[in-house]
């Protein structure tokens, strides 16, 4: 939960931690856009670690799929009706079991439905898996403005 508290103090609360300014200032607005910058570097973190993560796993997706290709693995497995569509969701959760990257702990949460670590680990899936089109599109326009 983020909560901002105007007044004599501007503190920014996510359970166990928060963010304020320790500098003394002049007036509580300056605590206040101080904090608030504060919450947006979380937040820029936490977009850069999805988009780091979603890389990342396309790099471990495409050596996977080019083993399983080897094998005649991943043909079997395309073809399963609930599993073939669901496949990079699968391999993403995986993913973040074996690497233990669940539910980041800064900025947002990722456990859904109340399923605890479970819950934790299909929703870092999700999140993985939900960033490869953003980062797709940042390299894009990255690119783009780089080529200019």
């Known amino acids: 939960m983020l909560r901002l508290c105007y007044g004599s103090a501007a503190i920014v609360d996510h359970g166990s931690f928060s963010i304020s ?3 003394p200032v ?9 904090t608030t910058k504060g919450v947006t570097n979380i937040m820029m973190a936490t977009i850069l670690t ?8 396309q790099g471990v997706l495409a050596v996977l799929n080019s083993i399983l290709d080897a094998a005649g693995v991943n043909g079997i497995l ?20 074996i690497s233990d990257i669940g539910g980041w702990g800064y900025g947002a ?7 605890g670590d479970f819950g934790m680990d299909v929703g870092s899936a999700l ?15 990255l690119s783009k403005g780089v080529a200019r």
Do not use: C, H, Q
């Not at 002049?26 to 101080?34: A, H, I, P, W």
């Not at 073809?79 to 973040?96: E, H, K, M, T």
């Not at 999140?127 to 326009?141: E, G, M, Q």
């Open 21 to 23: 300014s320790a500098v």
């Open 50 to 57: 999805l988009i780091v993560l979603a890389m990342v796993f």
């Open 78 to 97: 395309s073809s399963i009706p609930v599993v073939g569509s669901n496949l990079n969701l699968i391999w993403a959760y995986l993913f973040v079991v």
């Open 26 to 34: 002049r007036s509580t607005g300056d605590r206040v856009r101080r």
């Open 109 to 115: 949460s990722t456990e859904i439905l109340g399923m």
């Open 127 to 141: 999140a993985i898996t939900a960033f490869i089109p953003v980062k797709d599109a940042a390299l894009s326009a």
